[in-house]
């Protein structure tokens, strides 16, 4: 039986970006606000991520000198999700992302800037811009959080220098593309972590935190500021409607079901149902796995969807997920994403019948999504897919885990990764037959790719032929960045799953947050953000930061419209 202890103006189910982001605003603006987290963690998949959020026309480019308008975005929105998002949603999303991060610029913890150079997804359509849109967190020192550092979700070891060391995008970028100064860099970042040694004493953990830690833990700083109280350990169950209107919400807390009371609305920000593999199997095209998702186990399981329909809720784009391709790691409780390295020149990736089915450098979106078509018309074949690459590369470039072979030998590679995470031959037909992948065809595949490498011009996939492409491309390799051959054994084979970092679909909100039923009409005083949302980017992704930015931006909409009815 639950009893009813507390009664606050808004309740917010969750603690990533988005959740977050909205109690800060409803804290200031009077209200007294609480946010439920299930996990004995906070922060959520955005702990995890890259921290980067996507904001057209921002205020920090404009202050560069950067061009960016309201109508260019519009007109590049417009085209992405090719006319199936709801136009006022699109304007919503515009209006108010750049008025949400400049208020959390000037009233917060929380620090970015702009990533000038990094492109839009989708060059090719019309209002995208080669950079100025992305916006990357500076990195935080925690020791501002005091006792509560021990309470934010660690950081993944993929998004840290050696697995532990704190670095900015601008820095994972630089180290990546290999540009001029990058070895110095790298030095710098590990003596400053090394000597560091009051904090190395206490911990191996860095005390800067970096990109989605460093959003969440500012954020969570900004929080503690305003008072505002985070309980984790607390699992939302369901909503209480009264009149016609969202009254409260049952949860267990420490394993005890409690009534918690509002008295003008919840915000639900519980994450997507990427780890409910029921959920999976009803909504996701097939085949698909929990194992495959980028996400923290055992979090997002759906709670606020079922909640929603449970009280008639639409719903929208449940068979979508942010895509990504995701390799498994022995040990590790969840798989890899795999963003930037597939435009890496040398890595190709082939099918069990050994033929390239996309241009490896598209977005990760858009390369899963070609995963599954191609799976469908070539008989299975396509999940999983297998990334190929030589000596050269593995010497030079990171895949996965494995770090270039001139910082992570093989012979200091974890033993159980061999023919788990990566596999290796001498030659490009003992390896097609060591992971079963038709070995004239690869040879076929490599044949065409080493000449395209030569020509700068790959005639199937036009790889590297635009902005995009080439922002993970070496700068170095002539003339296409994003190509080179397949030559010196031996050879290297990483298998790729049809991952994810989140699902896609959700509650059906309107352009003022509210979660509508299917007649249009709203239910009262309820408010969906984030992945447990349908996105107001339907099924694209136009830029870095497409999920976090609406996340935050809805957030900061659903409590001006709760401000606006009081
Ligand atoms: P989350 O951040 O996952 O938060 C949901 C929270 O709700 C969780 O803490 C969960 O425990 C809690 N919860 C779930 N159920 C309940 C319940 N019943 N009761 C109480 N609490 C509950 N996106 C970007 O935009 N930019 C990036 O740079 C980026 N990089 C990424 C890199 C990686 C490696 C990964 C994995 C993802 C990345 N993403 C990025 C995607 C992004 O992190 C997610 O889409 C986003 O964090 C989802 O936000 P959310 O608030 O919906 O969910």
């Known amino acids: 039986q639950a009893t009813d202890t ?15 982001t909205a109690a800060i605003f409803a804290a200031d603006q009077g209200m007294s606000v609480l946010i439920v987290e299930k996990g004995d963690k906070y922060g959520g998949t955005s702990a995890l991520s890259g921290g ?9 480019f404009k202050a560069k000198g950067g061009n960016d308008s309201y109508e260019q975005a519009l007109t590049y929105l417009k085209a992405s999700t090719e006319g199936k998002v709801d136009e006022a949603r699109l304007h919503a999303y515009l209006d108010n992302a750049p008025k949400m991060m400049q208020y959390l610029e000037e009233n917060t913890r929380l620090h970015y800037t702009v990533a000038e150079k990094y492109p839009d997804y989708y060059p090719h359509l019309p209002g995208s811009l080669p950079g100025g849109r992305t916006l990357d967190p500076e990195l935080f020192d925690t020791t501002q959080l005091g006792d509560e550092a021990d309470n934010l979700m660690p950081a993944s070891p993929t998004t840290l220098l050696m697995g532990k060391i704190a670095w900015t995008a601008r820095h994972a970028h630089k180290a990546m593309a290999r540009e001029r100064g990058w070895r110095l860099l790298m030095v710098w970042l590990m003596l400053r972590y090394k000597f560091d040694f009051k904090q190395r004493r206490k911990t191996r953990r860095d005390r800067r935190a970096a990109l989605g830690n460093a959003l969440i833990a500012s954020l969570r700083a900004s929080l503690i500021d305003r008072k505002v109280p985070l309980w984790l350990n607390t699992d939302f169950q369901e909503l209480v409607e009264t009149d016609g209107r969202i009254s409260g919400l049952i949860v267990k807390r420490d394993g005890t079901e409690q ?21 999976r199997d009803k909504y996701l095209p097939q085949p698909t796995k929990v194992e495959w998702s980028a996400t923290p186990p055992g979090q997002n399981t759906g709670a606020a969807l079922e909640a929603g329909q449970a009280l008639g809720a ?9 895509w990504a391709p995701t390799i498994r790691v022995p040990k590790e409780n969840k798989s890899r994403g795999v963003f930037a390295e597939r435009a890496f020149p040398g890595a190709i990736v082939v099918n069990g019948q050994g033929k390239r089915f996309v241009n490896e450098a598209a977005p990760y979106l858009e390369f899963v999504d070609a995963m599954y078509k191609d799976n469908a ?16 590369f593995r010497f030079n470039y990171a895949m996965g885990p494995l770090m270039p072979s001139q910082v992570m030998p093989d012979s200091r590679l974890p033993k159980a990764w061999h023919k788990t995470v990566y596999w290796k031959a001498d030659t490009l037909e003992a390896l097609a037959g060591e992971i079963g992948v038709d070995a004239a065809g690869l040879a076929d595949t490599a044949k065409k790719m080493n000449a395209y490498a030569a020509s700068g011009n790959d005639e199937d996939f036009q790889r590297g032929g635009n902005v995009f492409d080439r922002y ?11 190509l080179a051959p397949l030559q010196k ?5 990483m298998r790729m799953d049809a991952g994810d970092i989140g699902t896609k679909g959700g509650l059906l909100t309107n352009e003022r947050g509210c979660v509508v039923r299917e007649d249009g009409s709203e239910i009262k005083g309820l408010y969906a953000i984030g992945n447990c949302s349908a996105s107001v980017m339907g099924t694209s992704y136009p830029g870095a930061g497409s999920t976090l930015g609406p996340a935050m931006t809805f957030g900061y909409i659903a409590v001006n419209d709760l401000v606006s009815q009081r």
């Open 52 to 60: 980067g959020i996507w904001v057209p026309n921002n205020h920090y």
């Open 472 to 482: 993970y491309g070496d700068s170095n390799v002539k003339p296409n960045p994003c």
């Open 314 to 322: 639409a719903t929208e784009l449940l068979d979508w997920g942010w």
């Open 489 to 493: 054994g031996p050879f290297y084979a």
């Open 377 to 392: 018309v070539s008989g299975g074949q396509s999940i999983p897919a297998w990334v190929i690459f030589d000596s050269k």
């Open 259 to 279: 009534l918690i009371k509002v008295r003008q609305g919840v915000i639900l920000g519980s994450g997507g149902f990427e780890q409910n593999q029921a959920l």
């Open 6 to 20: 507390d009664t606050y103006d808004v309740v917010v189910v969750g603690s990533g970006a988005g959740a977050m």
